[in-house]
């Protein structure tokens, strides 16, 4: 049984599926120019003024520039990691030697 490293499993799974996205026209430079028009995003509301419908002029759309940003900085890795896992030998335990030692404070060894 061969051994798969964690990066040569991800690289397996995101290329053929980077590869169907780029068949349709999802590609890294049309996510980046929708990005960057989330950045900036803007929105008309509607009001109803006695019957007459208004608009307002184009608003900050708070809401969606900070998804917008929070997608940003997690595809720049600014977010620390959600989850850490540590393994030993094989993925298994981490083995834990040594010796511990409890004393009472004022033993004398002051």
């Not at 608003?59 to 940003?69: E, G, M, N, P």
């Not at 393994?87 to 083995?95: A, E, F, K, M």
Request: glycine share 8%.
């Amino acid at each position: 049984m061969s051994k798969v490293t964690a990066e040569e499993l991800s690289q397996a799974i995101a290329v053929p599926m980077e590869s169907c996205f780029r068949k349709d026209g999802i590609t890294r430079s049309f996510l980046v120019s929708k990005l960057k028009k989330e950045l900036h995003a803007t929105e008309v509301k509607a009001f109803n003024d006695k019957g007459v419908i208004v608009y307002s002029k184009p608003l900050v759309d708070w809401d969606i520039r900070q998804r917008a940003r929070m997608d940003a900085q997690k595809l720049m890795g600014l977010y620390p990691a959600e989850k850490y896992e540590h393994s030993g030998p094989d993925g298994g335990p981490i083995p834990l030697k040594g010796e511990v030692e409890f004393v009472k404070p004022g033993d004398g060894t002051d």
